[in-house]
């Protein structure tokens, strides 16, 4: 928190706030309530089934996880009826205890939906908490994709009235506003009435999760894990009229006050039905931090333009941004996640293995010693003009030529997004070892249809491992 | 947060402290894993005691309140095993969910204790979770009360560490702290390492529940019994070795630091094993706020010596702290809920009945015609002199006399506690009508003589209803 209270402008002070802003939540809440799926743009409902795809993939890639297994270790003696599976596995749990679990999965490598505004992981919290319920209430595909949109609609909306104050001060944004996501997708899931939907985000206000503290430990992807669980619980109760503040967001002591130092209600209030914040989700070609991903994207291109091969090259120099050194300068990590922080050992992992997945940042790839060799000989200097979406990357082959190559937007930034055809690469990729071929491919193929299923809780049946 | 952390000095500014205080949690965890019973003092485990019996009093009481049904009714269909009870009902539920219930039952009145140094309720987060998991695996008595004393000795100097700044912010307190007691006394009974405890506090301080603007809804109780499940959450999964930050409290981005404006670390780890929190631990008399308690307690004195009725009277006058003006001077109440706001109805509920319980606070007494003719009669003015446990009331009576008492310490404030007697009373009033007679003598018996049953969970059983 520190003295950052007191640069506070008096536009933005608690009282001058909270008298100018008394609707707030009551606002988003009628607009949640009354969204119709019918009034949702068509290219909104597409970038929503991309979320649905990649949220999909990551939650399978990272079912296997020691994280995931012990989370389930812990809970499962507690879990109530069968209702719901666990992507990936066979174990099935109760809703709540579903979300949880299918929540952690998704984030566990940190390679899921990026908000491009803030950091927000916007399906983390909310896809996991709605699929769970699918499975235990009919609800058809579009009902769902659409619940996933509002949910999506108010976290981030709620995000860019805090950031970035609010995580500034030392909070995991995905985990406070994923609350308030997960309990508005619910809610319009289970036809909550407008008050019956301000309680709701009045009891996902009083339960945020995380502090960035945790970063680096299993209990970071156990926030959206959570934040789904803490929404559902404030649905439920809401749906039986459990009361809550009327202004939870907005109250002198309300979440906003409480929990940041800034505060811009316009960002939660206008323009909605017209503005949808899922058309700034962003997804990640590579498993780790995006300042790594130019580089990444360099080497990848200039090998498969080249056909090369370490053998051939004396070696690599890099131009980065400097958060490229600050955050990833780490040139002999000794662990896979170590490796996450190595630009050295992403650069050459991209070489010598032609992808850059969750198994090339695994333990026995960072003690490769092909990748080892090559590791040594990448180099990487500051460049103040490169922005954190570019790089310049130069290979010297062994017979004196120079490759070069400037990338402009990495893949995955906002101006050169994955295409589908990348999606469904990523989705193969993480599904791989996890369910059969030919399931992967049907599931693939319910994610694009979505909006025509009857039933939207066969994505999470397709999904489960039957083995 | 407003300007408050503009007024923070060198010594409480986040570096500084994070630097000279690294060892924070894992100096309090090792003290929890390492406390013995038997080191406890004679007189702490009688206040513990005590302070299982008023929770009990207090659970039962609550325990068919409207926000404890809807409670059920949202969580029974997602809840696992019927492993623990309800207190008060034939329901059971999963260790997670009694967990739950049992917390808000236990603080949906008010009426359950109170750390005299902050305003925490330390065993409304701790009891129900250490209780609930007593029904599931084994525990003695003893270790049940051991684990209890550990639980509340962590939230309670966790609490001192940050008040009232982290209170004042808007955080109820009890919801923030609550997960450390309640994962604490878990990890205690689970027998859990000094880096598993230090694990279960990191993933504690990662969930706070509550915020202040829910005062006044059911949300309110909501706070201790979530706080509960999240203690028992994260005991569970350090368990099984699911890893957090190794200094959630004190780093720089940790619990204290990002929740609070202020920190004196030293209230965390001076003196452990020699100062115990449980010693400042009271009890309520009154199911409402503390500052008319005075008041209260001089009617029902001057009644009891006098024989007084309605009748008798003509005026009451009343000289108070300022405190009770700002906070329960509601002239005309028209609810239970805004007459615990009244310090006149307050009094001639006292002189009418003869006793304050919660019934004395219910619509109809609020509304009976003969206590709203008398208080119409009480008059009140402020008396800078009088400190906040006293009052100064004289009675008019019909035939001219006046009746005077000064109320030095009001009963349950630190210099004048609640005796045994008193607080068996109180069980008695809480329980009528929940339990049968018999039941609630045995029930008392038990608590008292908690020490030496071989199994604790007998709390539990001899406390839900059969009926």
Request: aromatic residues 6%; hydrophobic residues 45%; charged residues 20%.
């Amino acid at each position: 928190m520190g003295g950052a209270a007191a640069s506070v402008s008096a536009a933005e002070s608690p009282q001058a706030a909270g008298a100018a802003a008394r609707d707030v939540t009551r606002r988003l809440a009628a607009w949640a309530v009354s969204s119709r799926k019918e009034d949702v743009p068509a290219a909104i409902r597409r970038e929503a089934l991309r979320t649905v795809l990649n949220w999909t993939a990551c939650a399978l890639g990272g079912s296997r996880h020691e994280t995931v297994e012990i989370a389930i270790r812990a809970v499962k003696p507690f879990s109530g009826p069968e209702q719901a599976s666990v992507l990936g596995r066979k174990d099935r749990l109760d809703v709540l205890n579903a979300a949880l679990v299918n929540g952690i999965s998704s984030h566990v490598f940190d390679f899921d939906d990026t908000d491009l505004r803030t950091v927000v992981h916007p399906a983390a919290p909310v896809a996991p908490a709605l699929l769970a319920l699918a499975e235990h209430r009919l609800l058809s595909g579009g009902e769902f994709l659409h619940a996933l949109i509002v949910g999506v609609e108010v976290e981030c909306r709620i995000a860019n009235a805090v950031y970035p104050q609010h995580y500034d001060i030392g909070w995991h944004i995905t985990g406070t506003v994923g609350p308030f996501g997960a309990a508005a997708a619910v809610g319009k899931m289970l036809g909550l009435s407008e008050q019956q939907m301000v309680w709701a985000l009045g009891l996902a206000a009083t339960q945020p999760v995380g502090l960035r503290e945790m970063f680096g430990t299993m209990t970071k992807s156990f926030h959206p894990g959570r934040a789904a669980q803490n929404g559902l619980m404030a649905a439920f109760l809401a749906r039986q009229n459990f009361t809550s503040s009327d202004q939870p967001i907005e109250a002198l002591r309300g979440w906003a006050n409480v929990l940041s130092t800034a505060r811009h209600y316009g960002e939660i209030t206008d323009k909605l039905s017209e503005q949808y914040q899922i058309a700034y989700n962003s997804y990640k070609p590579f498993p780790c931090g995006v300042v790594i991903h130019p580089a990444i994207d360099g080497a990848l291109q200039l090998r498969a333009e080249h056909h090369l091969s370490a053998g051939r090259i004396d070696r690599i120099e890099l131009q980065v941004h400097p958060l490229v050194f600050e955050l990833t300068g780490r040139k002999a990590p000794r662990t896979g996640l170590e490796g996450k922080f190595s630009v050295y050992h992403a650069v050459a992992a991209a070489i010598i293995y032609g992808r850059v997945g969750e198994p090339e940042f695994g333990d026995q790839a960072v003690r490769d010693p092909s990748v080892v060799a090559l590791r040594e000989r990448v180099g990487a200097s500051v460049d103040a003009a490169i922005r954190e979406d570019q790089v310049r990357i130069g290979i010297l082959l062994k017979d004196g030529r120079r490759l070069d190559k400037f990338i402009e937007h990495a893949i995955g930034s906002a101006q050169n997004p994955m295409t589908d055809a990348q999606l469904e690469a990523k989705f193969h990729g993480l599904a791989e070892g996890v369910l059969p071929p030919d399931r992967v491919n049907r599931l693939i193929d319910f994610c694009w249809k979505l909006e025509q299923a009857a039933d939207a809780a066969q994505l999470a049946r397709l999904a489960a491992a039957s083995v």
